[in-house]
């Protein structure tokens, strides 16, 4: 059997194409998702696939970057269908990892897949920190709510690590609360 996955990863792009594609090259079932494909992590439609394909089976993507976005997690997809004994198909890239050549392709894209990730992570954090010396990027702003109700704890003799753990908030967040109140009342 044929088993064709399709990914965007946000609710407004379409799958239509994708889906498409995988129906045109003879997929038994197509089952898609959007969600980011930069962990593993909540994509539901994967993992039934990847629980439910059998010795024999393929896998059927358009390209790899639909599988995964991290070296990390193709690797460990891989695995779960070489020890399934299920192929990699993929419609878009010559690969098929039921052949040497195929199996080696999959690796040099997954290894580009994971540099695009990166720089697209490097340059976001380039333009926020541009953002921020131009003085445009502000930061989330403050929930004067939460402030206020670690000044109450505060005041009533509770410890930092306490008010964290009642609020929910990280110890270090509750720190920098109390010492901006600090810094407030000292000037």
Request: proline content about 1%; aromatic content about 6%.
């Given at each position: 059997?044929?088993?064709?996955?399709?990914r965007v990863?946000?609710?407004?792009?379409?799958?239509?194409i994708?889906?498409?594609?995988?129906?045109r090259?003879?997929?038994?079932?197509?089952?898609?998702?959007k969600?980011?494909?930069?962990?593993?992590?909540?994509?539901?439609e994967?993992?039934?696939?990847?629980d439910?394909?059998?010795?024999?089976d393929?896998?059927?993507?358009?390209?790899?970057?639909?599988?995964?976005?991290s070296?990390?997690?193709?690797?460990d997809?891989?695995?779960?269908?070489?020890?399934?004994?299920?192929?990699?198909?993929?419609?878009?890239?010559?690969?098929?990892?039921?052949?040497?050549?195929?199996?080696a392709?999959?690796?040099m894209?997954?290894?580009?897949?994971?540099?695009?990730?990166?720089?697209?992570?490097?340059?976001?954090l380039?333009g926020?920190?541009?953002?921020?010396?131009?003085?445009?990027?502000?930061?989330?702003?403050?929930d004067?709510?939460?402030?206020?109700?670690?000044?109450?704890?505060?005041?009533?003799g509770?410890?930092n690590?306490?008010?964290s753990?009642?609020?929910?908030?990280?110890?270090?967040?509750?720190?920098?609360?109390?010492?901006?109140?600090?810094?407030?009342?000292?000037?």
């Amino acid at each position: 059997m044929k088993y064709g996955y399709a990914r965007v990863s946000s609710e407004e792009q379409s799958l239509d194409i994708q889906t498409d594609a995988l129906n045109r090259y003879g997929c038994d079932l197509v089952r898609g998702e959007k969600i980011s494909g930069t962990s593993r992590q909540g994509r539901k439609e994967l993992e039934n696939l990847l629980d439910f394909v059998r010795a024999g089976d393929s896998l059927v993507i358009t390209r790899i970057d639909r599988l995964a976005r991290s070296i990390g997690d193709l690797q460990d997809i891989i695995k779960i269908l070489e020890d399934k004994k299920v192929s990699l198909i993929c419609t878009e890239q010559p690969i098929d990892t039921s052949n040497a050549m195929g199996k080696a392709f999959l690796n040099m894209l997954g290894v580009f897949a994971q540099f695009e990730t990166e720089l697209r992570k490097e340059r976001q954090l380039e333009g926020i920190a541009k953002a921020k010396k131009d003085g445009v990027y502000q930061g989330r702003k403050p929930d004067m709510e939460r402030i206020a109700e670690v000044f109450n704890l505060k005041h009533q003799g509770v410890s930092n690590t306490e008010i964290s753990q009642r609020l929910g908030l990280s110890r270090s967040y509750v720190w920098k609360v109390l010492k901006r109140q600090g810094e407030l009342f000292a000037s």
